[in-house]
């Protein structure tokens, strides 16, 4: 039997008392792993968290939040190289890939660690300028902000072990807001490690996080109004969140990131350049960690006349990427994270195909060092057709794979309309050389995306890309991407905070600075 | 048979099929008018709010929705008799109450007409400065904020027909989205005449403005992922509504309004002046609309030693208030809106009074041109404990009407735990006369309540009162109180828009501006 992992609650690590739940290496199909929260005294652990961990980290400034956020990001920097071995054997994926999740995590870390330290020396922030309430000067209102005196759960999903812990965790430290944090089960290895080697490292104060390994079971059961609850997976475990009593009685404030069927728009006269820039961006994002980001290219939109074009250009891009074990130097894309998610992108693929024509097929592809019965490991397919209005499921359906579909559009109206027909979005990226164009674009997508990502030659080599997730910018997006808002620098901080207006003679109000 | 009531939808009034529920005077128990919802086509009703109006309001501009903010305020402003005649007819309350409500909701429209102006010929706004995404200076991200592409459905209590209405309108017209109101029933007319009379003065582009008066089924199966929805009521209610797949399954954004056990607490050693200024407050607070505000005061805190002698004080205020009809000048409180909330409150203070003293009795009360047996009216009653730890209903339940208890505490630190176990509130005053004293105790009670209002000697002629709901501030309170966020001058505005960030070339993000 593989090692069972521990799980960090009331100060200690505790092993549950179950058989437990087994991971895997996705391309070898050895097991790695077990883990198990059977047992946990849950009541007890987050009394810990809520209590201890919160007092504690109220107790420091922002200031000294940050500089724990640079100190956490130093001990990960540290052992880097464990975090690549371990998403490589349970993820399945090569070193860029790796890299977006690791080096990303940590990264945001380092980002809320130098915009924290802009804080201060305060334990509470004040929201905008006091505001008169009479003709009078010396009775005004000064809208506060404080931090929730609860705890953060973290539903996390298995794409991400280390991004998907800290670009939450940052910005709930950083607020004085203690973590829980209950990992994606396919991938939970990565995040356990990071959390103990952090825990290890003593730089933590007792209470401040705690991980949960195994089934989320009980665990929304113990949330109070106080706390918050950040989720991110499917739509229908999304619907089941927020019909618990915890959300729907106990006013438990909730982030929702779910499924997200997100768009790249080619502008009408976009020119040669931004139809290369496309081009290259559509091949990247739907083959970076094998597509299973929430972010990639869904759906790809460009003029009629471009259809063919495009989708033969696309297409020799990924006859190009070689897939299989990532331990082996010119595998492009390694694997899925597990058999289920196999069996997931299979299904999904074949109802898109049933209203879709293949003009890249993934099973052309032949797996190097990997073994076709064994490893979870699937080609990039690029499907397209016609009439992009009449193929309702792939505006509707995510599939979490290296799967896109080209859709053409007769007018930037249309394709406006097409666009929306994802019905809230995480990203769209548009590609584009003139300028008005490209502003008035993002701003018609701007209401249905957290994130409108703009490409343009002048900035070919300097964009960040469609679907990397940059600290500074809002993630997250209405409708059926959840509704929720993550990041986007400092104003990541409001989910872990309260607001309040203090009414008050301003001879108070001075007192609040 | 009383007139029944048109709703406002698909750009006609239309009536309702069904015989409609009636809506009674409170005082004399006439019916007056029945209102009826059955019938009508919501999903042609809905579309057309949605996409005609929401058209035409997105075609506005920030400073010409201003404007017509400001048009709407004076129609309303030259027909003010007959919102007071309604509302002394259907809500029984006395002229100052009745100005809390129609004058509240006048002043909240010109308050948004104002602060709107200064957004200017815009239909977007920028949200903060832009941010580097790395070095090179050339391509960053700025957040933007665009009006949600659906609509505003407000469900409504019944005590405040004109402010509950305008404090919701104004915020989301302004931001150029269409609002569906379905009223309170008990007190439906008075909200249905004023969008009569809004509407008859042609003021508002087709489609901005609906009303459905009568049942509320169905409205919220109509609503779409971009819509609203704004709710004020009970917990039992909202709990219903957060479980809804509106909400639940399609993320329709949701702010909610719910129960609040509001406190009134004077500090140690506050100085007699402050006590005067606490006994003041409590009393008005009790009795302004027959205690009928989601803000009004119902626990109080003193200092041990100080319990006897403000219930003392509190108690012949209370004394001198004269209770019925209110077309009666000597009648300072008039009635509750109905026989509903006057046996709710009846039984809500009979369950209080089982763990309390009754300090003062509002059976006392001998009521003033108003049949006993007829009127929903009751007098104000104090009520009591020494141990203000025991008495856990008096922390968990809110008597809806002209009630409050005395609690006395130990320490300041006592006082805070205390009203904390409201589990979150909508606001809480604090009276002393040290600055120090007074701006700690409230950062200590911010993170549990949406406002916190200081009452010293300085501004004991200045300030707005515990109750009031000014514009310029937050309105709302976490937890129990339902984690709602209204008002707050142009924040009001984040609900009903849409927040993106736009990664892009400068040159791209110059044209944003």
Not at 395 to 410: I, K, N
Request: glycine content about 10%; some cysteine.
């Amino acid at each position: 039997m593989s090692e069972l992992l521990s799980n960090f609650v009331q100060g200690r690590w505790q092993a549950g008392s179950g058989a437990g739940a087994a991971l895997f290496d996705p391309v070898l199909g050895t097991e790695l792993a077990r883990v198990d929260a059977t047992g946990l005294d849950l009541p007890a652990a987050f009394a810990h968290a809520r209590d201890t961990g919160g007092a504690a980290l109220r107790a420091l400034t922002y200031a000294q939040r940050a500089e724990l956020l640079g100190k956490i990001a130093a001990v990960l920097q540290a052992k880097r190289d464990d975090y690549y071995a371990i998403s490589t054997a349970n993820s399945g994926t090569v070193k860029k890939d790796t890299a977006v999740d690791v080096d990303g995590g940590i990264y945001t870390l380092s980002t809320y660690a130098k915009m924290g330290a802009t804080l201060g020396d305060r334990r509470h922030l004040l929201d905008g300028d006091a505001a008169r309430l009479g003709k009078d000067p010396l009775f005004q209102s000064q809208h506060v902000l404080l931090p929730t005196r609860g705890l953060a759960l973290f539903i996390n999903a298995f794409n991400f072990p280390s991004w998907g812990l800290w670009e939450k965790a940052a910005p709930a430290l950083l607020s004085g807001v203690p973590v829980v944090i209950k990992p994606g089960t396919a991938t939970a290895w990565l995040t356990q490690r990071m959390v103990k080697d952090v825990v290890d490292a003593g730089l933590v104060p007792a209470g401040a996080i705690s991980i949960v390994c195994g089934s989320s079971a009980g665990l929304m059961d113990q949330l109070q109004p106080f706390d918050v609850l950040s989720f991110t997976g499917s739509a229908d475990t999304a619907t089941l969140i927020r019909q618990h009593p915890a959300v729907a009685q106990r006013s438990v404030r909730v982030n929702i990131e779910a499924d997200s069927i997100n768009s790249a728009l080619l502008l009408p006269e976009a020119g040669s350049e931004a139809v290369d820039l496309l081009v290259k961006e559509v091949a990247r994002e739907m083959t970076v960690k094998s597509g299973q980001k929430c972010t990639a290219i869904r759906r790809v939109f460009v003029p009629e006349a471009q259809y063919a074009q495009v989708a033969e250009a696309i297409s020799a891009r990924l006859a190009k990427t070689t897939v299989g074990n990532p331990r082996n130097e010119s595998v492009r894309m390694g694997s899925l994270v597990s058999r289920a998610q196999l069996n997931a992108v299979r299904a999904g693929l074949a109802q898109l195909k049933d209203l879709t024509q293949v003009l890249h097929d993934g099973a052309q592809h032949t797996l190097v060092d990997a073994e076709p019965a064994v490893a979870c490991c699937v080609g990039p397919t690029l499907l397209g057709t016609r009439d992009a209005d009449a193929a309702a499921l792939v505006h509707d359906m995510e599939v979490f794979g290296p799967v896109a579909t080209l859709l053409p559009y007769r007018s930037a109206e249309h394709a406006v309309q097409l666009v929306r027909r994802g019905q809230g979005s995480l990203v769209a990226s548009v590609y584009g050389a003139d300028a008005a164009a490209l502003a008035s674009t993002a701003l018609e997508l701007a209401s249905s995306h957290g994130r409108v990502h703009v490409i343009s030659p002048d900035v070919a080599a300097l964009h960040t890309g469609h679907g990397n997730v940059m600290p500074q910018s809002l993630h997250g997006g209405p409708g059926r991407a959840g509704g929720g808002e993550e990041l986007g620098g400092l104003k990541a901080l409001n989910f872990y905070h309260r607001r309040a207006a203090v009414q008050a003679s301003t001879t108070v109000l001075a007192k609040l600075n």
